[in-house]
């Protein structure tokens, strides 16, 4: 990225609005509740029956956290009592018990995540519980290209349970970090130290695992461009493999923790727009890709090989290098991606429990979504531009048996104002965010979200955070 990255006070007001982060398309707020148990089992067996059967990635969801994090829009109960862990993983071993007997047995499962939440809420013994309950009824792959990683809040992990985790088989970490600056950590309630941290980085290391992430995120209260180069220049000086830097979302009438916030704290467009010119600055010098949107690898990292291989994918989990595979969500709150579908469980704990507690043998599914071949052509399109920063125009039409300019007309129509900014390229062949619109991929995108525009009418309004 060598062109400045210069936005003018103009440009920032004129993209400065809401639009989703396109972890999937459609977007979760389209998900519906007349999909249901039946439809799910519809798509789970039609995805047995592929000729090429794909593997499985599985994500389950840990939603206990001991304190409450301000900026936080996960799904997580703040509780002290580790009690609620143990009865969260019965009730977990059920769904699993539930939903493993509907896959193939030759289906492997080649990706494992456990996100939160705070996974470590749970002992290493209770998560090897868990993975046991796992491996019984579904297929562990055994390559090495497998990717079992785990997201951990260092505040409540030592050096010694990530050697626990490690003979469990993780061999991934993602750290929580966001800003080590002490005036944005007691803005957002969370206090935590650069040296334990650095520790548990070295432990992971030291253990065998194979990558490890930190994230970070910008757009914090109090947050400043020489306190966030700081922590950037810490973070560097431990070299993880990867790096998230996410762009806070501020959406207090939907995350009730958010109103703890003040609005005035908040950084401008503008400094949003710096402190993530500076990430990228800070990276890319020290030797790391800008992996699609907010994602950031080593060159000899899979996700950097991914991104220049063309095989990089985006899914609820970020990027990722196995875009081959049904995505298994386990869990309150958890989505699945089966097919040609997406199923979501209920976000309250309770009604997730009750459901699985009183419908013996049912499936805890509380909205989905049955894709049409729009909805897998746009989904296609838009993946290329979040993934690739471009659209293969001849592998879309080729793919799809579209003629791509008069189909997609109306969204290559939206893009004509940031092709006058210079934010986006479109030849005969492709359609290219420049340097500068790779800071605004999820604006490109949106040109092409039919619920945003040729469906808006018949959709039921959704809240999105701001795309800058």
């Known amino acids: 990225m060598a062109t400045p990255l210069f936005f003018s006070d103009e440009l920032l007001q004129r993209y400065d609005r809401p639009g989703p982060r396109y972890t999937s398309y459609p977007a979760a707020p389209r998900f519906h509740e007349g999909f249901g148990d039946r439809e799910l089992r519809e798509h789970i067996a039609l995805s047995n029956e592929d000729p090429v059967p794909h593997r499985l990635s599985l994500y389950v969801h840990i939603p206990f956290c001991e304190s409450p994090c301000f900026y936080c829009g996960c799904n997580r109960i703040i509780t002290r009592d580790h009690r609620k862990g143990a009865a969260y993983l019965a009730a977990l071993d059920q769904e699993i018990e539930r939903v493993g007997p509907l896959f193939d047995r030759d289906r492997e499962v080649i990706q494992l995540h456990l996100g939160g939440g705070t996974p470590n809420f749970m002992t290493p013994a209770q998560l090897g519980a868990l993975l046991d309950s796992l491996g019984r009824h579904f297929s562990f792959s055994a390559t090495a290209d497998r990717d079992y990683s785990i997201e951990l809040d260092p505040r409540h992990v030592t050096p010694d349970e990530i050697g626990e985790l490690a003979r469990l088989g993780f061999n991934r970490a993602s750290l929580g970090v966001q800003d080590f600056d002490p005036v944005v950590q007691e803005a957002v309630n969370r206090i935590q130290g650069v ?274």
């Open 195 to 468: 040296e334990m941290t650095l520790d548990l980085i070295r432990a992971c290391r030291t253990h065998g695992l194979r990558s490890v992430n930190v994230d970070l995120i910008y757009g914090l209260p109090k947050q400043t461009v020489e306190g966030f180069g700081r922590t950037l220049d810490t973070v560097l000086e431990a070299r993880p493999d990867r790096l998230a830097i996410y762009g806070y979302a501020h959406l207090p009438e939907v995350f009730r923790a958010q109103t703890q916030l003040k609005a005035e704290d908040l950084p401008s467009a503008a400094t949003r727009l710096a402190l993530l010119r500076l990430a990228i600055e800070k990276l890319t010098a020290a030797g790391y890709e800008h992996i699609g949107m907010d994602h950031f690898a080593l060159p000899e990292d899979e996700l950097a090989k991914a991104r220049r291989s063309g095989s990089l994918h985006r899914n609820f989990m970020g990027y990722t290098t196995h875009a081959e595979t049904d995505l298994i969500g386990l869990g309150v709150s958890a989505i699945s991606h089966i097919g040609a579908s997406f199923s979501q469980n209920p976000r309250d704990l309770g009604t997730w429990e009750a459901r699985l507690a009183h419908q013996p043998d049912a499936l805890p599914v509380w909205r989905g979504l049955s894709l049409d071949a729009d909805d897998r052509l746009r989904a296609d399109v838009i993946g290329q531009i979040m993934c690739l920063g471009e659209i293969d125009i001849r592998e879309v039409e080729a793919g799809h048996g579209i003629d791509f300019r008069e189909y997609f007309r109306a969204a290559l129509a939206r893009l004509e104002p940031m092709v006058a900014d210079g934010l986006v390229e479109i030849t005969r062949e492709r359609v290219r965010a420049t340097p500068r619109g790779q800071l605004l991929l999820r604006h490109v995108a949106m040109a092409f979200d039919a619920y945003l525009h040729e469906r808006a009418e018949a959709m039921a309004p959704a809240r999105f955070s701001k795309a800058i």
